[in-house]
């Protein structure tokens, strides 16, 4: 009986005691942090870069294909221009 007895009070102890972090497991924390920040913050960069540089090339390209169809409406308005002229020309000859 009083082994058990003295088994339950080391039991009792043992849960009262405070469980405090030692200085080397903090020291072990924070390199692992510092460790996963550093492999995840550069990826989260260049993401963002890859993100906006693909906005921009977007912007860009639209752009070009609304000046592409504005150069195709110019090239249609000056032949039609140059139609008009041609006629006008063999018009005012004759």
Do not use: C, H, W
Not at 27 to 43: D, G, N, Q, R
């Amino acid at each position: 009986m009083q082994d058990r007895q003295k088994l339950l009070n080391d039991y009792d102890l043992e849960q009262k005691k405070e469980k405090n972090l030692t200085f080397r497991t903090l020291i072990m924390v924070y390199l692992t942090m510092l460790l996963v920040m550093a492999i995840f913050l550069p990826m989260v960069y260049i993401k963002n870069q890859i993100y906006y540089t693909s906005r921009e090339m977007t912007k860009l390209y639209g752009q070009y294909e609304l000046l592409l169809e504005e150069n195709r409406d110019l090239k249609l308005k000056i032949e039609s221009i140059r139609f008009k002229n041609q006629v006008l020309d063999v018009l005012s000859i004759d």
